[in-house]
């Protein structure tokens, strides 16, 4: 069940590096023990929180019964009797239909929000499941299906052209604030810059998703829109990105294949500044180029790229570790 990294016993970490270790942010963590007594770690003489081999083992205990549709209030009695919870696995395994039940109830809560244009309390909703339940989960138990879902019921109404405009910048600025909020208390080293940019005829909600992703794993990043593709070598270049990840358009014609191809050979080598000697050059490094998003396995496999999750990405390039797993959106 546990794929944390191995902690021996004399050795305990912050916070920041258990959110490391298991892919559980700090905010979660914390959530996690006021609101549910869950993971309660020992305190140093100052009150920062440490964790244990113990620690680390419950928090991947607590996502597997997450993955299984546990809502997060009701796993402290499987932790508490573990034989039990053992013996009755199958047993406690929540059925689709319960699960879609119980994730239909947030997302009843939050398609009122948007529907009453009702800023504050979407960004509650939104701030209290992302307290509770890590990205992963929530990407594809909550996310998809509500903005999907979200849609249909905007597409029906006279003014859901322009609830829908509000909600795009609502989430931009929500996931933008928690990015923010989640780097506090952390301890992480500074990674290479990374752009991501959604092409003009990207659909609307997997960017931000991406970028809500790319924050789950720490990555500092920006999210653009360009209309066209040609600005991107200088911009990749004057931003001195190491990372750029493309979420490319709903349906890439031949034309968009050539100029995805062409900014590939651009950004294979990288560009020489004025007064810059060829030693200089060539110790600069070569930009990462990814294609990601719901719409990049065409791409990729026209390209004759390997078509990778996020978190493969991440992982080959050292950006994250293997435990977080991961999901592309």
Not at 139 to 154: A, E, H, S, T, V
Request: proline share 3%.
């Amino acid at each position: 069940m546990s794929n944390a990294k191995t902690v021996t016993e004399e050795r305990w970490v912050s916070i920041g590096d258990a959110a490391e270790l298991t892919g559980v942010n700090p905010v979660t963590l914390r959530a996690w023990q006021r609101r549910f007594g869950l993971v309660t770690p020992k305190r140093t003489a100052k009150g920062h929180r440490l964790y244990g081999r113990e620690h680390l083992a419950q928090i991947e205990e607590i996502l597997y019964w997450l993955n299984q549709g546990v809502a997060i209030s009701k796993i402290k009695p499987l932790l508490a009797d573990k034989e039990l919870a053992i013996a009755n696995s199958q047993a406690l395994k929540v059925t689709a239909s319960e699960q879609a039940d119980l994730w239909q109830q947030h997302i009843n809560l939050l398609n009122q929000q948007v529907i009453d244009v009702n800023s504050q309390g979407l960004n509650d909703g939104l701030k209290q499941l992302s307290s509770l339940y890590p990205f992963s989960i929530l990407l594809n138990k909550l996310y998809w299906p509500w903005l999907r879902g979200i849609d249909n019921i905007l597409e029906q109404r006279l003014d859901g052209a322009v609830i829908e405009s509000w909600l795009v910048d609502e989430l931009a600025f929500f996931i933008a604030q928690k990015r923010r909020f989640d780097k506090q208390g952390t301890h992480k080293s500074p990674m290479k810059p990374a752009l991501l940019v959604a092409l003009e005829r990207t659909d609307k909600w997997s960017p931000l998703l991406l970028s809500a992703e790319l924050s789950s794993y720490g990555i500092e990043h920006q999210l653009i829109r360009l209309t066209d593709i040609k600005l991107l070598c200088l911009l990749v270049h004057r931003l001195n990105i190491r990372q750029l990840f493309i979420a490319p358009h709903v349906q890439s014609s031949a034309a968009d294949i050539r100029q995805y191809q062409a900014l590939l050979q651009q950004l294979s080598q990288p560009a020489p500044q004025d007064n810059q000697s060829l030693a200089e050059v060539t110790e600069l490094q070569v930009v990462n180029v990814h294609f990601v998003g719901i719409h990049a396995n065409t791409v990729n496999q026209l390209l004759g790229r390997q078509h990778d999750s996020v978190a493969e990405l991440l992982s080959g390039a050292g950006e994250v570790d293997e435990h977080h797993g991961g999901n592309n959106v």
